[in-house]
Nanobody, 124 residues
Framework: QVQLVESGGGLVQAGGSLRLSCAASERTFSTSAAAWFRQAPGKEREFVATITASESITDYAGSVKGRFTISRDNAKNTAYLQMNSLKPEDTAVYYC?????????????????WGQGTQVTVSS
């Protein structure tokens, strides 16, 4: 059972940056695809970014492409989400997710492991 713990959220002004981290409890994380999703109040959870186990392939939602970067350090069992040029509409709880296959996915139902979430608030 992989446990995921997010950190790095907080309050930032529009145009600012934050770096989220997702620490996994098991080495099997290194062979798992990872992703970030977010959920704003009153809205469904939505895809943000995903990365293959080998870091060779990344995919981003159109709303964050060019501003956010997903990466991972398999030696540390950790995934990251670097968020630049933040906008108020990026305000949400951000969740890390993992699945026991190398293939990434944009779908929440493809991920069996989830963190508890970290709040990101962007003020205008």
């Amino acid at each position: 059972q992989v446990q995921l713990v997010e950190s790095g959220g907080g309050l930032v002004q529009a145009g600012g940056s934050l770096r989220l981290s997702c620490a996994a409890s098991e080495r099997t994380f290194s062979t798992s695809a990872a992703a970030w999703f977010r959920q704003a109040p009153g809205k469904e959870r939505e895809f943000v970014a995903t990365i293959t186990a080998s870091e060779s392939i990344t995919d981003y939602a159109g709303s964050v492409k060019g501003r956010f970067t997903i990466s991972r350090d398999n030696a540390k069992n950790t995934a990251y989400l670097q968020m630049n040029s933040l906008k108020p509409e990026d305000t949400a709880v951000y969740y890390c997710a993992a699945r026991r296959t190398w293939q990434p996915s944009r779908n929440t139902y493809d991920y069996g492991y989830w963190g508890q979430g970290t709040q990101v608030t962007v003020s205008s």
